[in-house]
T-cell receptor
Framework: AQSVTQLDSHVSVSEGTPVLLRCNYS??????LFWYVQHPNKGLQLLLK??????LVKGINGFEAEFKKSETSFHLTKPSAHMSDAAEYFC?????????????FGTGTKLQVIP | EAQVTQNPRYLITVTGKKLTVTCSQN?????MSWYRQDPGLGLRQIYY???????DKGDVPEGYKVSRKEKRNFPLILESPSPNQTSLYFC???????????FGPGTRLLVL
């Protein structure tokens, strides 16, 4: 069965330090993987997606994620946090299921950036 | 401007009073979906639609209905709302289900 686990519900970093948001998934097929960001009182916006091309995926605002099949992980990183990165981040897996695509969201990680 | 719109953005209602939340997209997307977001649970899919007249249940469909009579519109209907349907609702669309979804701004619903 398909599932997504975001290992931390809250992450706090200082401005200018690296960000690591962890995501593990399980899938019976070759999944597509996404990270979305939700700023306070806003809708969701795509950060990046993996669709079986390069395993290191670069997204917007300096974020990137690495697909590691052996570890079933898709962790999100950024070298240097900015105050504007404070938001909630969702890892999403999508896989084919009997003629349609099953989409599952993780429970989210709230990122706090301390000045 | 390419966008997904939802109306209303905020709604307070009482138990049992039927309501409809509208969703419209202007990107000619085939796939549309409704989610509810609750603290600590992330987004859970309520219903989705692969194309016009094709809809199916997501993970939490109980108490909701949808229809897809035109490609651009995908309304969410609560025939008899209950307090446990108090939540933040998002509509999303994409060319196909495996692709990037574009989200509406959300509808915050309170059922008293």
């Amino acid at each position: 069965a398909q599932s997504v686990t975001q290992l931390d519900s809250h992450v706090s970093v200082s401005e200018g330090t690296p960000v690591l948001l962890r995501c593990n998934y399980s899938s019976s097929y070759s999944p597509s993987l996404f990270w979305y960001v939700q700023h306070p009182n806003k809708g969701l916006q795509l950060l990046l997606k993996y669709t079986s091309a390069a395993t290191l995926v670069k997204g917007i605002n300096g974020f990137e994620a690495e697909f590691k099949k052996s570890e079933t992980s898709f962790h999100l990183t950024k070298p240097s946090a900015h105050m504007s990165d404070a938001a909630e981040y969702f890892c999403v897996v999508s896989e084919p299921r009997g003629g349609y695509q099953k989409v599952t969201f993780g429970t989210g990680t709230k990122l706090q950036v301390i000045p | 401007e390419a966008q997904v719109t939802q109306n209303p953005r905020y709604l307070i209602t009482v138990t049992g009073k039927k309501l409809t939340v509208t969703c419209s997209q202007n990107m000619n997307h085939e796939y549309m979906s409704w989610y509810r977001q609750d603290p600590g649970l992330g987004l859970r899919q309520i219903y989705y639609s692969m194309n016009v007249e094709v809809t199916d249940k997501g993970d939490v469909p109980e108490g909701y209905k949808v229809s897809r009579k035109e490609k651009r519109n995908f309304p969410l209907i609560l025939e008899s709302p209950s307090p446990n349907q108090t939540s933040l609702y998002f509509c999303a669309s994409s060319f196909i289900a495996a692709e990037t979804q574009y989200f509406g701004p959300g509808t915050r619903l309170l059922v008293l």
